[in-house]
């Protein structure tokens, strides 16, 4: 069998490979990898504050305060203050915003649905079975470098 981290750098490189091509071209709008990430996880959390996204994607705040800046600045994400502690911005998407996020999402499902597509039924639920509990596995572990949930 391969080296296991060989495996893992050639689906790990592959996977970004994916969703930079759908970056590129899906939406209309030039958004980084890093940025489709951001918007994924904004629209994934209920109301997440900037701490909430930058834990969950493992980024220094410094870092992801810029690049939610660049998102604001194109008018996909809206920064509003807390009710209750001005210190701390919610994070919503903006109908333009969700547009392009569901453009990502749509067009990261159809390539995954088509690589999957090549194997049987059996293959398909072997794989994504055993993807689920590699990720459990992970943030079991105290070896992983696990951002929170």
């Given at each position: ?69 660049t998102l ?51 293959e398909r ?25």
């Amino acid at each position: 069998m391969e080296n296991v981290r060989t495996m893992f750098q050639i689906l790990s490189r592959n996977f970004g490979l994916l969703n930079e091509q759908c970056c590129d071209s899906c939406c209309g709008q030039e958004v980084s990898l890093v940025q489709s990430h951001i918007l994924y996880e904004i629209n994934r959390q209920h109301n997440p504050s900037m701490q909430d996204i930058a834990g969950a994607l493992g980024m220094d705040i410094t870092t992801f305060s810029r690049q939610v800046k660049t998102l604001t600045d194109k008018g996909l994400v809206k920064k509003t203050p807390h009710p209750s502690d001005q210190r701390i911005n919610i994070l919503s998407l903006t109908p333009e915003g969700l547009s392009v996020e569901n453009a990502i999402n749509l067009t990261v499902n159809t390539q995954l649905n088509g690589v999957l597509s090549t194997m049987s039924h059996f293959e398909r639920e072997t794989v994504l079975r055993s993807i689920q509990l590699f990720n459990d596995a992970m943030q079991k572990s105290a070896a992983c470098c696990v951002p929170p949930k």
